[in-house]
């Protein structure tokens, strides 16, 4: 069974930075697409950003030029560095890895953006 687990969310005032991270259980990991999602509350589920196994990246328009995802195939780790953040982007914040049709998902982690 595929095992990821967030961390790094956090308060913090807006203009802030956080980085967030997901590690991946097992041996596999460069070959996953990852990618970010995040919830607000009384939300739909929204697709942050991703990385495919080659290194090429995604954004959704509300982040671009904000947050930079990255990984680290010798770490099974995927990040997230967030940058100038905002009060809308007060969410849980999940991981998912991708191969094959086959998502994993990991627990999540709460970054709240306030003053």
């Known amino acids: 069974q595929v095992q990821l687990v967030e961390s790094g969310g956090g308060l913090v005032q807006p203009g802030g930075s956080l980085r967030l991270s997901c590690v991946v259980s097992?041996?596999?990991?460069?070959?996953?697409?990852m990618n970010w999602y995040r919830q607000a509350p009384r939300k739909q589920r929204e697709w942050v950003a991703g990385?495919?196994?080659?290194?090429?990246?995604a954004y959704a328009d509300s982040v671009k030029g904000r947050f930079t995802i990255s990984r680290d195939n010798a770490k099974n780790t995927v990040y997230l560095q967030m940058n100038s953040l905002k009060p809308e982007d007060t969410a849980a914040y999940y991981c998912?890895?991708?191969?094959?049709?086959?998502?994993?998902w990991g627990q999540g982690t709460q970054v709240t953006v306030s003053s």
């Open positions: 998912k890895a991708q191969i094959g049709g086959i998502d994993y």
């Open positions: 990385i495919n196994s080659s290194g090429t990246t």
């Open positions: 097992g041996d596999i990991f460069r070959f996953y697409a």
